[in-house]
């Protein structure tokens, strides 16, 4: 008995690997590192971070990026460093586009400061 039809086969496109794209602006570096960064590629999302700040270190998604990865690789220091870096870079008004992203990057990045600080604590007790 039919009662229920198949459905038919809808062929998806398999968006491409971004690993596999040429990284021409920051915007793509930024990106392509976000996409090593969530595959715990960390070491060349570091290499896609540095290179969108290549000619503009005050880009803050990059340095954004930087901090998380170092977090993730318990680069504790490094990350702080990194996240504090981001707050400075907002202070100075270097991200005036959306006022929400940056007071949402601010809490953000304040959080990571303060649960890096912590383990670090932790770590020396």
Known sequence: MGFFRRKPKIEEETPPDPS????ETPADFFNRGMFFYS??????AIQDFNAAL??????IDPVYGLGLVYKAQQKYPEAIQTFTRVLELLEKGK??????RRLMLTRISKSHIQSLEQMLMGDSQ
């Open 20 to 23: 596999t794209l040429p990284a």
């Open 39 to 44: 595959h715990h590629q960390y070491d060349r």
């Open 54 to 59: 290549r000619d503009n270190p005050d880009l």
């Open 95 to 100: 991200m005036d586009d959306n006022p929400d």
